[in-house]
């Protein structure tokens, strides 16, 4: 594996949408009991319903902690390779390498710097250097040569690529204190330019009320097809998640994509707020350093945080009136994919959602 330090676009690199076909998926098996409450047990559950679904048509590639191999190895199916690998936590959205693909069936990884979602500023874990390592290491598993980006702090669960040029950021995010606060608007969107391979980035105001990590754009906001998104929608005028829908909305019907075409804008509806209850915070220890979650505390529930699998698109469920609703106008955008939907309500409580705990890896 080789450490580069050109950038992908001046090689020819871009990084492909997630709706083009994948050789694999990277995800992590949770265990931080500060972010999963009792002990992460009922999550673990969780991610393998995630696992098992994915697991059927995208090769799973699992990471776990050395105390947690056998566990993980008597739950998880057989077809899973599990790989015992050192994490802060379990978001290989955020941890793990951007793949970047070009034309000659070469793959390459993007290392970005990670800081937990804001640094000293307002990250979310006192130290974060163990998934800082992640996306290399991971590159060296699977033999790809991986850019190094440590300097440009950048999750996963930030960015999407439509792979024909754009790219979907929030500026709430990309422009938030904790992560490049020396680099101007214009330089973040040459960055983008440069290791995303993309060529028009389009900016949407905000994300999901109340989502910590500075309201990623993946659970508001994804590519469907070239040209086309779902936006995480509410009617509600007095809900405060209103006023953000609408400023995306504003944008995304003002903006072209890199070839020039308007963007389709499909809505898809929010659940009801969701809360945490006072159990589920109990359940949560605490780590010196980390943000508290108080009963009562909306969570950034959205079925836009969905992953699209080679035959299927995992979305989550909150059980809510909306989840089949969400899931006939996903199944509509998505015709020849299975959309499965699973409960997902205790991997919400950690902070993120099935997007945020997976990571393509992109067929060559
Ligand atoms: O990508 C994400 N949504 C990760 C959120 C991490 C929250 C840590 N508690």
């Not at 391979?197 to 910590?212: A, F, H, M, Q, T």
Request: net charge negative; charged share 25%; glycine share 8%.
């Amino acid at each position: 594996m080789k450490i580069l330090h050109t950038t992908p676009a001046q090689d020819g690199f871009y990084m492909p949408a997630e709706f083009a076909p994948h050789e694999g998926c990277l995800m992590i098996w949770p265990e931080r009991a500060d972010s999963w409450q009792y002990g992460a047990y009922a999550a673990r559950k969780a991610f393998l319903r995630v696992i098992e679904t994915i697991s059927e048509s995208d090769s799973m590639t699992v990471l776990c902690s050395e105390g947690q191999y056998d566990n993980a190895r008597a739950q998880l199916p057989d077809r899973v390779r599990l790989v015992v690998m050192e994490t802060d936590d379990a978001w290989a959205r955020d941890v793990g390498p951007t793949f970047v693909i070009n034309g000659r069936g070469e793959r390459r990884g993007i290392d970005w710097g990670f800081n937990a979602w804001g640094g000293d500023v307002d990250g979310l874990y006192p130290s974060w250097e163990k998934d800082n390592r992640v996306a290399r290491k991971f590159c060296d598993l699977l033999n790809n040569d991986v850019y190094d980006k440590r300097n440009f702090i950048c999750e996963g669960g930030s960015i999407h690529s439509d792979g024909e040029g754009t790219a979907l950021v929030t500026e709430a995010c990309l422009l938030s204190e904790g992560r490049n606060p020396d680099l101007t608007k214009t330089q973040i969107e040459q960055v983008l330019c440069d290791y995303m391979g993309v060529s028009k980035v389009i900016w949407l105001p905000r994300g999901i009320y109340n989502d910590e990590t500075n309201e990623h754009v993946d659970n508001v906001c994804a590519f469907t097809a070239p040209g086309e998104v779902v936006l995480a929608w509410t009617d509600d005028e007095t809900d405060p998640q209103y006023a953000l829908s609408k400023a995306s909305l504003d944008a995304l019907e003002a903006a072209t994509d890199a070839k020039g075409r308007r963007i389709k804008v499909h809505k898809l509806p929010l659940p009801k707020p969701v809360t945490i209850t006072a159990e589920e915070c109990d359940g949560l220890d605490l780590c010196d350093g980390e943000p508290t979650r108080t009963p009562g505390e909306r969570l950034a529930a959205s079925y836009v945080n969905f992953y699209i699998a080679n035959e299927a698109v995992v979305m989550p469920a909150f059980g809510d009136p909306m989840d089949e609703k969400a899931q006939a106008i996903l199944q509509e955008l998505f015709p020849t994919r299975k959309v499965v939907a699973i409960a997902a309500r205790d991997i919400l409580i950690g902070g993120g959602n099935i997007h945020c705990v997976t990571q393509q890896i992109p067929k060559v």
